[in-house]
């Protein structure tokens, strides 16, 4: 078992920037991605950045692309994701995602942990 801990959701002005941390504890040894998706009421969750554990370049979903920044600390087991000219329709449950599963790392059924997510809010 892995547990993941989210911080640095908040209220940001647009244009504004947050940046979130997912701290991974217990069986983190084995894991090979985590990532981040988000969540706004009466929608799936969505994909919005990834990286694998060891080695491996960033995923990013298009909607972020050029705006987040997804960063690993292995030494700390932690996953940073720094989002920067945030906008209104970046408003979501931000969630830290681990998966211990081989597999394509922009989907929610590879993910086996999931923090419980932090709220980012993004006034206009």
């Known amino acids: 078992q892995a547990q993941l801990a989210e911080s640095g959701g908040g209220l940001v002005q647009s244009g504004g920037s947050l940046r979130l941390s997912c701290a991974a504890s217990?069986?983190?040894?084995?894991?090979?991605?985590m990532g981040w998706f988000r969540q706004t009421p009466g929608k799936e969750r969505e994909f919005v950045a990834a990286?694998?554990?060891?080695?491996?370049?960033?995923y990013y979903a298009d909607a972020v692309k050029g705006r987040v920044t997804i960063s690993r600390d292995i030494a700390k087991n932690t996953v940073t994701l720094q989002m920067n000219s945030l906008k209104p329709e970046d408003t979501a449950v931000y969630y830290c995602?681990?998966?211990?599963?081989?597999?394509?790392?922009?989907?929610?059924?590879?993910?086996?942990?999931w923090g419980q997510g932090t709220q980012v809010t993004v006034s206009s």
């Open positions: 217990g069986r983190t040894a084995s894991m090979y991605a």
């Open positions: 990286i694998r554990w060891s080695v491996g370049p960033p």
């Open positions: 995602a681990a998966s211990s599963l081989a597999g394509v790392v922009s989907t929610t059924r590879l993910y086996n942990y």
